[in-house]
């Protein structure tokens, strides 16, 4: 693949024209990043471009000291010979799509995005573009994801199933961009006070900076030991179940957030006591939306279940091929 | 049938047995009794007739959503159950059918669907669809499969109806037990008061299980109380004569009338009425040791078989224990009493009727010693009876305990994978091991359980990068693995390539530390088997 805007390299996704990698796994000179997940957002680079509405949380994961440029959706910048700008992706707050323009060609790569709305971020803002660059973490035509309203109706069911219960409630959620559009999306169906485990609570600190509407939220840390949870609504990170920080919550009945809980095989694996749909990947119909909406004539799909979607979209009569982009773990923003 | 389907979802999402027995009692409550009839039959693990072929749903699908064969594929890979798959790529439908009764759907709508030519059915599977929300697609997709699989065990839903109708439980399963048609006069009939007209002469009694032991056996106490006999490996069955009328009925209360006619003649050959409890043998009388299983198998599929089997494979019926002698019920008196009543009743009658013999020893010691006789005489093992048991239902821990020899071991190396179904759907989990048979590795066994989640995840994702081919869902990988796999028995086969069939092959653990040269060899196999 020799494009001037496009190669991938050991670091990452490279272009050339420009001098810049997308998103690099390795420390490089010149970066963009589309958004502040760990897979995707490292530390190291010497200069950084990113989407203003995620500063914070860039701050966060690139360090308070790293040399960061943050400009606005649609704004154009240079980036040697190419002209560059970042649109809303819908992913997370802040997440971003590069367009990059050179030499007559307009190239978009969306990194991680979805389509269905989310209080907690810009929606999705279509680009066209010559060539399109997708993901295709859920690329498969059972991944359909259910309106928020009726996930949000299962967990206030569920939260109030064991209220009655006298039991706590723990839901396991990626704490970057699943935790807090919970917590926005609870905002207008109830007042109640949500409980925080210790590595969600400057993420969702720095949405309230930013102006993200949440429930109010309580860090459990801060809860006097021995502390009965029954009846409460506690998040955590996927990596809290099992550990000993579960023990201060006796009989607690289990649930988590994922899109890959469509599955039923899924839901029963985890053993997880209740599994709720939530994403920030787009699903199958969104995908396919997105390549139409791109009016791109090659589409580029990385990583996930990229070879079904490839076939469908040449079934559709797309010029779509496969862009084998290194990452690291996603345990982050895995579904 | 949204009832139902809510009844479904509560069940499928929680592992508390306790939970599942509440949702199911409080369903009966609600539901009208015709509905909760057949809501007990399906969950109870009742049969149900397979109504469209896999091929018909998967053309239904492609007609309903306009996907390529390919992409169903793909997906049913991913998801490993066509029903949910079916559910999940469907359009939503508009509910018009979802309050039709699950008895509508099982005495009127699914019987006539089994009626219609091919292009018709697949017509209206994709009417139905369209008239239903995903979560009953679902459920009437897995009823028109006839496989209802949610963690219910049958004991489960008796449990549930005794608690709902406040009945004892051993009564409702012995009243479900044999052949139970599902109404709402029979669920009433089910769970009325016992009384004295209680006739449940067609019936078998509810099998009592035995559990493995799990102690020393010096544990359970003076040996004078118990009985030892040896664990035959055949099928648990009840011969029963009542009003002089014969009949035999599997562990899994399915009627075996026709099957076995020698068994039924020595029934017949009994002077007095009784229900004996026993094993149903493939049997060699010049050694007068059972048969291999396969052996018996050939029996199993056969409703009337012809001479020439019944001179090739006979059976007989090994004698354990005796329920109901005269028209009464035994099954409070002592095991011992019962013992002796049984070894009367049958003495003389058939050769085809023998009494299971007490495997004699004076301490637990020696009778360690007589159990390593086992597999000379193509037993299982040991069954431990306290001699004071009552005749339990079910599977009740403290009386009769199983005391199994250890199984067989082989290191066998890794060869094709593919993706399991329900809980490990998605994941490559149904593996197919070899060992050498010269310089090839030759396949002697699948095998599926044995190995944790992590384990299994990890080796998901290396079958996954360590794939050399395709065949469908099956993939070939590097031969790279060893694993250690115990089985209960090897037998000469001339249906696999190998020439051998392993008898419950399962997985013991992964060998990290073993290569694929240190694999066992065929011919030992093969040795085994004939020896």
């Not at chain 1, 606005?72 to 997440?95: C, I, K, N, Q």
């Not at chain 1, 259910?146 to 723990?170: E, Y």
């Not at chain 2, 399915?254 to 229900?275: Q, S, Y």
Request: aromatic share 8%.
């Amino acid at each position: 693949m020799s494009d001037p805007l496009l190669q991938p390299r050991p670091e990452g996704l490279y272009c050339p024209a420009g001098d810049f990698f997308i998103d690099p796994m390795l420390p490089v000179t010149r970066a963009v990043v589309t958004h502040a997940h760990g897979d995707h957002a490292r530390s190291g680079s010497g200069w950084y471009q990113v989407a203003a509405a995620g500063i914070g949380l860039m701050r966060e994961r690139l360090g308070q000291d790293a040399l960061i440029d943050a400009h606005d959706y649609g704004e154009t910048f240079r980036m040697g010979d190419v002209e560059v700008s970042l649109h809303p992706a819908g992913h997370v707050l802040g997440s971003a799509q590069v367009r990059m323009a050179y030499g007559g060609r307009v190239v978009v790569v969306s990194g991680d995005y979805k389509r269905d709305p989310d209080p907690t971020c810009v929606p999705f803002e279509p680009v066209p573009c010559d060539v399109f660059v997708t993901e295709s973490t859920f690329g498969l035509p059972v991944y359909r994801w259910p309106p928020m309203t009726q996930v949000i109706d299962d967990l206030l069911a569920w939260w109030d199933d064991c209220a009655q219960k006298q039991i706590p409630a723990v839901l396991f959620c990626y704490a970057l961009g699943k935790a807090q559009r919970i917590l926005a999306e609870l905002a207008p169906r109830t007042e109640r006070t949500v409980h925080l485990h210790g590595a969600m609570l400057r993420l969702v600190e720095s949405y309230r900076e930013a102006g993200v509407r949440m429930v109010p939220t309580e860090p459990v840390s801060e809860s006097a030991r021995g502390r009965d949870f029954a009846g409460e609504l506690i998040l955590a990170p996927p990596s809290a179940a099992g550990s000993p920080w579960m023990k201060r919550f006796s009989k607690a009945s289990t649930g988590f957030a994922s899109g890959w809980m469509q599955i039923r095989g899924n839901r029963r694996r985890r053993g997880y006591d209740r599994g709720f749909v939530v994403s920030d990947h787009a699903d199958w119909p969104g995908l396919i939306r997105s390549v139409e909406d791109s009016r791109a004539s090659r589409i580029y799909v990385t990583h996930g279940d990229g070879d079904t979607l490839i076939r469908h979209l040449r079934d559709l009569g797309h010029d779509a091929q496969s862009l084998r982009v290194l990452r690291g773990s996603d345990n982050e923003s895995g579904g | 049938m949204h009832r139902f389907a809510a009844l479904y979802a509560e069940l499928d999402r929680t592992a508390s047995t306790l939970a599942k027995r509440e949702a199911i009692a409080s369903y009966l409550r609600d539901a009208p009794a015709g509905d909760a009839a057949w809501a007990v039959y399906v969950l109870g693990g009742g049969k149900l007739r397979r109504l469209a072929t896999s091929t018909e749903l998967r053309q239904a699908l492609a007609a309903s959503t306009g996907y390529a064969d390919w992409l169903i594929d793909e997906s049913y890979e991913q998801v490993g159950d066509l029903a949910e798959t079916i559910a999940l790529m469907l359009p939503e439908g508009d509910g018009s059918l979802a309050d039709e009764p699950l008895q509508t759907w099982m005495e009127q709508r699914l019987p006539a669907l089994a009626k219609l030519e091919s292009a018709d059915r697949i017509a209206q599977l994709q009417a139905w669809w369209r008239a239903l929300r995903p979560a009953q697609v679902f459920l009437l997709n897995k009823l028109i499969t006839g496989s209802l699989r949610v963690g219910v065990s049958h004991r489960l839903v008796v449990q549930a109806i005794a608690q709902w109708s406040n009945q004892p439980t051993d009564l409702i399963a012995h009243r479900m037990s044999g052949t139970w048609k599902p109404s709402a006069e029979a669920l009433t009939a089910l769970t009325r008061a016992a009384g004295d007209d209680e006739h449940l002469a067609d019936r078998p009694y509810p099998f009592f299980l035995a559990s493995p032991i799990e102690h020393e056996v010096e544990t359970l106490g003076d040996m004078s109380e118990w009985m030892a006999e040896w664990k035959w490996d055949g099928i648990r069955a009840q011969l029963m004569r009542r009003d002089g009328k014969i009949g035999l009925w599997s562990r899994g209360e399915e009627r075996l009338d026709g099957r076995f006619p020698e068994i039924e003649l020595a029934g017949a050959a009994l002077k007095t009425d009784g229900v004996i409890d026993g094993e149903i043998l493939a049997w060699d009388a010049a050694s007068t040791l059972p048969r291999p299983f396969t052996a018996l198998q050939k029996r199993i599929g056969k409703l009337k078989p012809g001479a020439k089997l019944l001179t090739s494979a006979p059976v007989c019926f090994m004698a354990y224990d005796l329920l109901e002698h005269e028209g009464s019920d035994l099954r409070e008196q002592p095991l011992r009493e019962r013992r002796d009543m049984l070894a009367a009743l049958i003495d003389g009658v058939d050769p085809a009727l023998m009494l299971s013999p007490p495997v004699v020893a004076d301490s637990w010691a020696a009778l360690t010693v007589e159990r390593q006789q086992s597999r000379e005489r193509q037993t299982e093992g040991l069954m431990l009876k306290r001699l004071d048991s009552p005749y339990r239902v079910g599977r009740k821990r403290g009386d009769w305990w199983k005391w199994k020899v250890d199984p067989y071991t082989l290191d066998a190396v890794l060869l094709y994978a593919q993706p399991g179904h329900g809980r490990r759907s998605g994941l490559f989990t149904d593996y197919t091991f070899g060992v050498w048979d010269g310089d090839t590795l030759v396949p002697v066994a699948k095998a599926y359980s044995g190995l944790d989640d992590k384990e299994i995840g990890q080796l998901d994702r290396w079958i996954r990068a360590h794939t050399t081919d395709r065949f469908g869902p099956v993939r070939a990988v590097e031969a790279t693995h060893v694993f250690e796999l115990a089985f209960e028995a090897v037998q000469l086969s001339t249906r696999h390539k190998s020439g051998v069939a392993t008898r419950f092959p399962r997985i013991l653990r992964w060998r990290t530390d073993k290569s694929i040269a240190d694999a066992d060899k065929l011919d030992d196999l093969r040795r085994l088997a004939s020896g």
